[in-house]
């Protein structure tokens, strides 16, 4: 995480466009976030009934 936002606040220094590359930042974040609770959930699932 520490390499994307790096990379954003280069970016975004550089093109005077911040917004755009921390709302995009942030958007992968969540998908990120969301996908790995998700599986997290379904392991714990598939483990308790296992």
Same mark, same amino acid.
């Given at each position: !995480? +520490?390499? #994307? !936002? /790096? +990379? @954003?606040? @280069?970016?975004? &220094? +550089? &093109?005077? /466009?911040? %917004?755009?590359?921390? $709302?995009?930042?942030? @958007?992968?974040? #969540? @998908?990120? =976030? $969301?996908?790995? &609770? *998700? %599986?997290? /959930?379904? $392991?714990? =699932? /598939? !483990? *308790?009934?296992?």
């Amino acid at each position: !995480m +520490t390499e #994307l !936002m /790096r +990379t @954003v606040q @280069v970016n975004a &220094s +550089t &093109s005077y /466009r911040p %917004i755009e590359f921390f $709302l995009t930042a942030g @958007v992968l974040y #969540l @998908v990120l =976030t $969301l996908a790995t &609770s *998700r %599986i997290g /959930r379904w $392991l714990e =699932t /598939r !483990m *308790r009934n296992a």
